[in-house]
């Protein structure tokens, strides 16, 4: 009884009482099936009874153990689920919901007296967040502080090393990336500062040096620009004496024109004169068969002058003496035949020798027109490269005023580099009054070197300064260029 008044749950309290109830039914529903079976001879009535009784029995045992499981259910549930809020509260759960406090026994009374007792270690707990919350507030602002001071004293390598709370632990975080960004870029803006102040040291020495060489590239363009003039002038004169020589070419190629003429009419003459002997030739032959037929009668007339006797003699003088005359003249023609055949033969040479006269006179010909040809060519060329050199004298012109503008615009420009150089240092000056720790470090200040002297450039002509975009002043000069 002990075990069951002080130890026992109340669950296995009812279940034991109602386990005891419902045995104690089911005894008393046994005896009655005992009765019943044992009512079969029995009087009729009683067998009802009997019956009865079973079945009454039977009821309420199944309505004793359905009775049991409901009480169970509703009055050891509540007492056990509020001994376990209770156990979870006094072991420091407070922030479980407390349940049945609007019941009106004893499980709402315990519930509400543990709703009141969460509530207090809820708002004894939210007082012990707040008073710690606020000593981690106090500590996280000093340590702020701290890290604005040192920013303040320029002091970059500072970083928040103890962890904040987790809701504060961003603003850590971002407070050590603010500096650590902020050393960064001023050890950037250093080295920067450093790299623009050497930077525009060489650019002013650069510079000097292009001043020097533009000034004398302006000497030499002019040099250059007198010379070029020479170099027209000479042209020009080579285009006046290419005129006269196209003249000259001109001329003997008219005279080898007509001397081609008077060839070709040489030839028509010879050719003449080679027909004519060949016709003396013919009449030669002629008087060569009559002096023959005179031989032949004067001989039979010789003949006949001899049979004749003494009366024939003085016939036969006479036969002889024309006989000797026809030999003669046979011997004459015999001699002019053979003049007159070396006198063609000759005569053909020579309308041999002046047909090739006339040819080589005619490729004589020939290679003047072509020589005049190339005189007008290079003429005309010779005119175009004189203009071409006018234009390129022009341009050189230009390019010298260019220059001396560019040696004024480089001047200007080394005075900017120079006070470019002169805010680098200023600018290196303001960031080393901060602490950039292993960051880049500020470069060194170089020493600019000192303007060099400038060689004297000849005196020329004064060119105005120019302002602005120097290509639109030189767009001229461009075209003019172009068109050469």
């Known amino acids: 009884?002990?075990?069951?008044?002080?130890?026992?749950?109340?669950?296995?309290?009812?279940?034991?009482?109602?386990?005891?109830?419902?045995?104690?039914?089911?005894?008393?529903?046994?005896?009655?099936?005992?009765?019943?079976?044992?009512?079969?001879?029995?009087?009729?009535?009683?067998?009802?009874?009997?019956?009865?009784?079973?079945?009454?029995?039977?009821?309420?045992?199944?309505?004793?153990?359905?009775?049991?499981?409901?009480?169970?259910?509703?009055i050891a549930d509540p007492y056990v689920a509020t001994v376990l809020n209770m156990e979870a509260l006094a072991a420091g759960d407070i922030d479980r919901p407390i349940e049945r406090a609007e019941y009106r026994d004893c499980v709402g009374r315990l519930a509400r007296a543990m709703s009141k007792f969460r509530e207090d270690a809820v708002a004894r707990r939210e007082a012990e967040r707040k008073a710690a919350d606020a000593q981690t507030q106090k500590a996280m602002v000093h340590t702020l502080g701290t890290g604005l001071q040192m920013l303040s004293e320029g002091n970059l390598t500072f970083r928040i090393e103890q962890a904040f709370p987790a809701e504060f632990e961003q603003l850590r975080l971002n407070f050590n990336a603010a500096m650590e960004e902020m050393q960064d870029l001023l050890g950037s803006v250093s080295h920067t500062a450093g790299g623009i102040r050497t930077g525009s040291a060489e650019i002013s020495q650069a510079s000097d040096d292009l001043s020097r060489r533009t000034e004398q590239q302006a000497a030499s363009l002019e040099e250059t620009a007198a010379s070029v003039d020479q170099v027209t002038e000479a042209v020009r004169q080579i285009a006046k004496s290419a005129v006269h020589v196209n003249e000259t070419v001109s001329n003997a190629h008219a005279n080898a024109t007509k001397g081609g003429k008077i060839v070709e009419e040489a030839v028509g003459a010879m050719a003449d004169i080679e027909r004519s002997a060949q016709e003396i030739?013919?009449?030669?032959?002629?008087?060569?068969?009559?002096?023959?037929?005179?031989?032949?009668?004067?001989?039979?007339?010789?003949?006949?002058?001899?049979?004749?006797?003494?009366?024939?003699?003085?016939?036969?003088?006479?036969?002889?003496?024309?006989?000797?005359?026809?030999?003669?003249?046979?011997?004459?023609?015999?001699?002019?035949?053979?003049?007159?055949?070396?006198?063609?033969?000759?005569?053909?040479?020579?309308?041999?020798?002046?047909?090739?006269?006339?040819?080589?006179?005619?490729?004589?010909?020939?290679?003047?027109?072509?020589?005049?040809?190339?005189?007008?060519?290079?003429?005309?060329?010779?005119?175009?490269?004189?203009?071409?050199?006018?234009?390129?004298?022009?341009?050189?012109?230009?390019?010298?005023?260019?220059?001396?503008?560019?040696?004024?615009?480089?001047?200007?420009?080394?005075?900017?580099?120079?006070?470019?150089?002169?805010?680098?240092?200023?600018?290196?000056?303001?960031?080393?009054?901060?602490?950039?720790?292993?960051?880049?470090?500020?470069?060194?200040?170089?020493?600019?070197?000192?303007?060099?002297?400038?060689?004297?450039?000849?005196?020329?002509?004064?060119?105005?300064?120019?302002?602005?975009?120097?290509?639109?002043?030189?767009?001229?000069?461009?075209?003019?260029?172009?068109?050469?």
């Open 281 to 484: 030739a013919q009449i030669i032959n002629v008087i060569d068969g009559i002096a023959f037929q005179t031989n032949l009668l004067a001989l039979n007339a010789g003949v006949e002058a001899a049979r004749a006797g003494d009366a024939g003699k003085g016939f036969a003088v006479v036969a002889n003496e024309v006989r000797a005359l026809a030999q003669r003249s046979a011997d004459a023609a015999k001699d002019i035949k053979g003049l007159i055949e070396r006198s063609t033969k000759q005569v053909g040479n020579g309308v041999q020798l002046v047909g090739e006269s006339g040819q080589a006179l005619g490729r004589i010909v020939e290679q003047v027109a072509e020589v005049s040809a190339l005189i007008t060519q290079i003429t005309g060329s010779t005119e175009a490269q004189a203009n071409n050199l006018q234009q390129v004298n022009s341009a050189v012109s230009q390019m010298d005023k260019m220059t001396q503008q560019n040696a004024s615009m480089v001047e200007q420009s080394t005075a900017a580099a120079r006070g470019l150089a002169n805010e680098a240092d200023h600018l290196t000056g303001l960031v080393s009054r901060f602490s950039l720790g292993q960051g880049p470090k500020p470069v060194a200040s170089a020493a600019r070197p000192a303007p060099r002297p400038r060689n004297p450039a000849p005196q020329r002509a004064a060119i105005p300064a120019v302002h602005g975009n120097l290509a639109l002043v030189a767009e001229a000069f461009d075209q003019d260029w172009a068109e050469f």
């Open 1 to 74: 009884m002990k075990w069951f008044r002080e130890v026992a749950p109340i669950r296995q309290k009812l279940l034991i009482s109602f386990g005891l109830y419902t045995v104690l039914l089911a005894g008393l529903t046994g005896l009655a099936w005992w009765s019943f079976a044992l009512s079969a001879g029995a009087p009729p009535v009683l067998a009802e009874s009997l019956e009865f009784l079973f079945f009454a029995s039977l009821g309420v045992t199944a309505f004793s153990v359905v009775a049991g499981f409901v009480m169970r259910k509703a």
